[in-house]
């Protein structure tokens, strides 16, 4: 697979086909794990990093249902392509800003990616559409299990998996989802939402993880720490509080309908209008736009257009892909007039009855 490749797909995460995918765009699960015969990342050096680079890649050849993932050496990748990758969820900005010997395997769907070299030797992610934790567990150790056949993973029998973190060690295991909270937003609810999941030790992070900023009204939700708690436990942690954020997201809708339904359909009308007219549009105020669509299409006060094509924009949209679609690379001010073109090719003109019953 080449990157090129990835320009004209869409991953099965993007589509908006599970469970509560309205509010909740993706479960991820993650684990970290690490080889029994290698000092942590951090302490390793040029060659450690080669060989496992290496060791990881030969083992993948050996496994009947991972040799089919398709392998990206993420060292010999110019900047372009690795924030291409991190735009597209597949590797983190951690493993793109790093040193040494690195990669990615990636399936065709997009759900599964194993990084080689991250923070730990290995990180094993794997991403459903929608609310869907279970069904990414299940996949997930599977994956894990197949690769233990063929690699020696540093464990102690008192502790757990052995991590480069000490807060990972354990199940090593991180279970987050990626919400979209525009109403909690817009009815300035969303602080004292944080602060209810902080006491019940769940962190609350940008659309790209951890030190990243909100966009477009995303935020990962995720538990801190696995020291001491069973993979079912970690699930249900996460598992428990969703729903409630989803309740009060749904909540928050029907007060913004109630209130004022005219002045809602005006802001979504206005930003869809935007999206499809501007002649040059950042990647910030796109998002912020989209965002306000996206709801707006959820709450049925526009029909013409697919989640599962918003949600694509708001990937598609960002520098490094549109780079990528155009081929070359392109400075702010191209980049927002790129940006409007793109946009301009995948929506649809607003019709006048697209409205809800009731709004005239």
């Not at 780079?323 to 400075?331: H, I």
Request: glycine residues 6%.
């Amino acid at each position: 697979m080449s990157i090129e490749h990835l320009t004209n797909t869409c991953g099965e995460w993007l589509k908006g086909s599970g469970p509560d995918s309205d509010i909740v765009m993706s479960s991820r699960i993650r684990l970290a794990r690490n080889l029994a015969d290698f000092p942590f990342v951090r302490r390793c050096t040029d060659i450690d990093r080669a060989n496992i680079e290496s060791t990881v890649r030969e083992r993948l050849k050996n496994s009947e249902h991972l040799k089919s993932l398709n392998y990206i050496n993420v060292a010999t990748l110019d900047t372009l392509d690795q924030q291409f990758l991190v735009e597209r969820q597949l590797i983190s900005r951690e493993l793109a800003q790093g040193n040494g010997a690195r990669a990615v395997a990636i399936d065709e769907q997009e759900s599964l990616s194993l990084m080689v070299n991250e923070e730990d030797h290995l990180r094993i992610q794997l991403m459903r559409s929608g609310f869907d934790i279970d069904a990414a567990w299940q996949m997930i150790d599977q994956v894990d299990d197949e690769i233990e056949e063929h690699i020696t993973y540093a464990f102690n029998s008192k502790l757990g998996y052995l991590t480069a973190c000490p807060t990972n060690v354990g199940t090593g295991m991180r279970v987050s989802v990626l919400m979209h909270l525009p109403a909690l937003v817009d009815t300035r609810q969303i602080e004292k939402v944080f602060r209810a999941l902080q006491k019940i030790n769940l962190a609350v992070r940008g659309l790209h993880g951890e030190g990243s900023q909100a966009m477009g009204d995303f935020y990962q939700i995720s538990n801190q720490i696995t020291l001491g708690k069973s993979e079912h436990e970690l699930m249900r942690q996460v598992c428990d509080a969703v729903p409630a954020v989803i309740s009060y997201e749904r909540k928050a809708r029907e007060f913004l309908i109630s209130q004022s339904q005219h002045d809602l359909f005006d802001q979504v009308s206005r930003a869809y209008g935007t999206l499809q007219t501007a002649q040059k549009i950042s990647s910030e105020e796109t998002m912020h736009l989209l965002s306000k669509v996206r709801m707006g299409v959820n709450l049925g006060l526009i029909g013409d257009v697919e989640i599962k094509t918003l949600n694509k924009l708001f990937i598609c949209t960002q520098p490094a892909h549109l780079q990528k679609m155009v081929g070359s690379k392109l400075d702010t001010a191209h980049r927002n007039r790129e940006r409007a073109n793109y946009l301009h090719a995948h929506l649809k003109s607003l019709k006048n009855g697209d409205k809800t019953d009731g709004v005239n």
